[in-house]
């Protein structure tokens, strides 16, 4: 297992840009259905941004490569989903400030700021069908882990049955919410983006 360090969260980066890529169609599918469409193909943009920008520019430190893509999606990302996601990793690169490599409690602080950048900044709580349905079990899952590579497993573990679990509620806030209880029986899109993006955290941990 890699060390949690500056190649890994390159990588994680550049693995999350592929798995997203590899749902685009998903992920707008998904969207069609309770909002308008667009998340798989707004995901794709900002993740390739920040791909093409590490082709041209590596990032130098953990910390750094978080904010490179914090930038790169808000920037890019547009809709709700951009300055939600661009929030979180911004958070997340505070959180971890100089720390060379992450153990478990680092992991679980790092996703803890993401989680709380996004409700700081979108509002929603558990249960209102959003991302944060993903983001906050996995906070919950991570705080346990006894190396960062644990805790990153048990939060992609639980960010895929938060998503999951997205199906039957109706949502509250976002898009979405316009829908009322026509939003009920489809899959969250930010929850599933979020799944993703964590699961590649977890892939990225293979050198
Ligand atoms: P838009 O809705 O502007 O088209 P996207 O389709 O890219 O943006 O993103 C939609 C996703 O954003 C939703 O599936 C949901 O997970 C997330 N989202 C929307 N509003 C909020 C909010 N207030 N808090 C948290 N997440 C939200
Ligand atoms: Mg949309
Ligand atoms: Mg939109």
Do not use: C
Request: glycine share 12%; proline share 4%; charged share 25%.
């Amino acid at each position: 297992m890699a060390a949690l360090d500056t190649a890994w969260a390159e990588r994680w980066l550049r693995e999350s840009a592929r798995v997203i890529a590899e749902h685009r169609q998903e992920l707008i599918d998904l969207d069609r259905a309770i909002g308008d469409g667009d998340h798989g193909e707004n995901m794709d943009r900002g993740f390739a941004a920040i791909v093409a920008k590490f082709d041209e520019e590596p990032p130098a430190s953990l910390a750094g490569a978080l904010k490179m893509a914090a930038m790169m999606l808000m920037s890019k990302v547009g809709g709700a989903a951009g300055p939600l996601y661009g929030t979180a990793f911004l958070r997340a690169s505070t959180a971890i400030g100089d720390a060379e490599a992450l153990d478990g409690p680092a992991v679980a602080r790092m996703l803890a700021a993401g989680r709380d950048g996004i409700v700081a900044r979108g509002k929603a709580g558990p249960g209102d069908k959003t991302m944060v349905d993903a983001w906050t079990p996995a906070v919950d899952a991570a705080a346990g882990g006894a190396d960062g590579h644990a805790a990153l497993s048990a939060a992609a573990d639980a960010a895929e049955a938060g998503a999951q679990a997205t199906k039957p509620l109706v949502a509250r806030k976002g898009r979405a919410s316009y829908l009322g209880q026509r939003s009920a029986g489809h899959l969250d899109p930010g929850a599933v983006s979020t799944a993703l993006i964590l699961r590649a955290a977890v892939t990225a941990t293979a050198e």
